[in-house]
């Protein structure tokens, strides 16, 4: 990039904010994703939707690639700066703008931490729900962006769900809004879901408007073993057809328990098929209710055995279970791609089932755990991104996983995204009328294709 | 339109199913909306997602306005023909294609109407949340392209909260598949979301996936009489603040009061400035602490008279005077003009008393009920279509209101869309850019603007 250009840059966002030495750029030529790597021009740290608003107009009318980045904790390779131009760090922008306690909603910049907005409203007895596994690390912008899911989707939902209104600045420097505090508010196109997931591909998110709701006043957190897949699988079935929804319903297969009991010690035993730990929330009343009626079809199903938590500290020992699945996993090898390949909920042991019998036939190394009740897998490929050879069959294993999840009317993605990672499979899923029409949005709002280019639609 | 084309419709959906008489095309020139009535050239009712999409892709080459109809219960002008053309008459294809109870979703098509469908479900004691009004004539489809409300829409939603994927024809003819019955998928972008009340601007609704929710086990329903608006207004707050979202939560103004007290003599104090209509679902524990909760509310804002209901037939009685609200102010005048001012729940008192200041400024009637959980206002205007200078004092309030919801943060549409009727105050809400954004994506999905054309965004 030309130094006049980056002159301009410092001019707007302030001579330190600009970044465009070699040790400087590095950490931002990847993300959380295995496999993809490529050095930024600069890296730009606005400070306001102002200063947004005026890089964007010099990115658009120099065509120059602009790639929005929170902390990078992306896991489809989404904030990858592949064809170089400019990383836009939407860090500095991390104001708690209001807690509105009378209508429940909060208003943030992007580059407020997930968790520290939840610290902040939890003293008005709130929570915000969305819960990705790097709630402690991710940005709001870079959750909303990338419409990330959590442990409590099957009863909270994911970002979207959660995504009221947005002040956005479009790519050629136009700044707008959407939606707002209204809980009913149907005029126009959506375009607040519209923007939320498009992965930075559509513009960029300089302030949100996300809903809140009461924090659940108690839970119960219970363990079930399963020698039987099967078993399980009807479990969470006969759970959702009984009309309980819990907070979280996740599941572990025997690969993951082997490797969270090698890993963690936490009594795990190494030969059940699987296991399922649920979480049911709400007030004292409902939540002893829930949990019976829990215990009652986990027994009708056969579990091989149970455990409720009896206190905080028994809690805290499921969940740390759970917690080490992903940990685990991650360290039997140097290289872990953690995929999130989602089915209706009732195609959950089909989905298993058809994990294992692809882990065996390409001799590749699969745990599968995740979000069970909403149909929310994570089957997690260990290996060595240095092995040639070794790679060729986790990627043909990765692309028959997600081949597999679409002939189930399953989705490519439950909460981490498109991004690079599974560009290649999107066209599986949404057909080349669907394609169409996305590129066709695309190209309708950033003509010049300066906006995350080549991802999620690919390019156009 | 000229005979051959006629025949060619005919060919595709079969004789009978293309009208063109005039007293067949009258019913379809008018909606529930006062003051607009255009005839079309021709009334085409399709049997299947395959005739829609050859009928679209004659007229999209011939450039015939389309306009998608279901029965015809819009309330914003959304279903007139107003440039002639085609009617594309959905009730034909009615079938309720499954009811999957594993997943909790149904598939149906368009033309289903909204309470059959309820039946249905009602089977699997489930529920489908969205319930407008005119749920036991409305379609889903048109429903779901007016993204349509109701009473319960403060706990449950609207209908874009329910719809989890479509099979939509474009303008072109062209068959595409949104979203699926996965409880998270955020492959891509959201087009379920865009399509859903985008008004029948965007696509043809041919199959509608939604999602479905268990039952409330049981509810209780109470009516708070208040000689004071500003006590009826903390009340609301104060419920919400107190962390219970009721089902319904209802506000009736003292000109609402005494017409429907007029009309069904339901024993309203006819001096209240208000009167609050609540109530609270889900399992008996749940719903008996709510309640004492609410009612706890209610006394400590000086609720002047507080009825609970003890039984069916005393929730009956309380509901009658909520819904006689319409029907009664409909009585008063020839014309109703009900409309949807939405504001941020925390401005429903002030949104309430600017409604009250803009009724005496302009002489103009105007009872004002609604959903006041959700600041989703019905200001109801009655007056004489066929007096000019009323009608003239009447559209200088109804810009008055729009303009007030918009200065309170609200929107112009809670519920019931925008259509024509409130296409000359969109800009007003969305700014230029907002608006050339939404055109931006109409002309991109529909260059020839044949559908529903200068609805919603207006010419393009």
Redesign the interface.
Known sequence: MNNNLIAVFKKIVGETYVLTSKEDLLSYGYDATPGFFHLPATVIIPENTGQVSQVMAIANKEKIPVYVRGAGTNLSAGTVPTQGGIVLLMTRMNRIIEV?????VAVAEPGVVVSDLNKIVEQS?LIYPPDPGTVTTATLGGTVA????GLR??KY??T??YVMGLEVV?ADG?????G????????????T??F???EGT?CVITKIIVKLV??PETRKSMMAIFNNLDNAGNSI?SI??N?I?PATLEIMDNATIRTVEDYAHVGLPVNAEAVLLIEVD??P??VE?EAAKVLEVLKANKADEIRVAKDTADRDKIWAARRAALPALAKLRPTTFVEDA?????KVPDMIRAINEIAAKYKVRIGTFG?A????MHPTLVCDIRDKEEMERVYKAMDEIFATAIKL??????????GLG?LRY?ED???P??ME??R??K???DPNGILNPGK??GEC
Not at 146 to 149: A, K, M, P, R, V
Request: proline letters at 2%; glycine letters at 18%.
């Open positions: 509105d306690t009378e209508n429940l007895g990338e419409n990330s899911g989707g099957l939902g994911v979207k769900h479009l136009r700044i707008m809004n959407t707002g505090k209204n809980v009913k508010d149907v005029a126009g196109y959506d375009l879901k519209l939320t997931g498009a559509l009461p924090a079935a959702i057809a009309k929804i709400g007030i009343a409902v209710k989602t089915v209706p909920r009732s979000h009740g909403d149909g929310n009317g399953g989705t490519l993605s439950g909460e981490h995204g498109i599974k999107m899923q949404f057909g009328v669907g029409v996305m066709t949005i190209k309708a709002l999620l639609v």
